[in-house]
């Protein structure tokens, strides 16, 4: 019974982070803009932020308008959906919110790509999107690894 419990609760450690992964600090909205509105539609009509004004706007200007410093995770994520909306105003296109932070990191995925190579990537595109992705990335780091271990 001691023995087990060990792997127990290291099992129940793994399985919650496949089952509960972390979440994004990325700002929410629920519309989905039409282009044509797009310039002119406010984020917050509490605080009257245009899409075009957020995209332009610094961290600090954030942190006074939330009234609280931001932590790393929060500037980063900040920062990625300011690219973004960039990205979607140079096209023309509708910018939505909750698609954006649609991306999570999966330590199986991860795992998987690391330890098994190709084969991980391929076995990981059974758990989704965002398992294949966090594969490739486990592949990559497997493969720079190799790569100072043969050169060196």
Known sequence: ????????????LLVSLFIFPPSGWAVHSKKLVPPAELEHY??????????????????KDLQ?????????????SFKLTQRAIKKK???GEAFDFDASSSYRFNIGGF?????LGVVGVLL????GRNAFRSSLIGLLCWVIILLIVFLV
């Open 124 to 127: 990981s595109l059974l758990f």
């Open 64 to 76: 006074e308008l939330s009234g609280h410093k931001l932590k790393w995770q929060e500037k980063v």
């Open 42 to 59: 406010a984020i917050n009509p509490a605080t009257n932020i245009t899409v075009a004004e957020y995209s332009q706007m610094r961290i």
């Open 1 to 12: 019974m001691k023995q087990t419990l060990p792997w127990l609760t290291a099992t129940f």
């Open 111 to 115: 795992l998987l790509g690391f330890f």
């Open 89 to 91: 105003l140079r096209r």
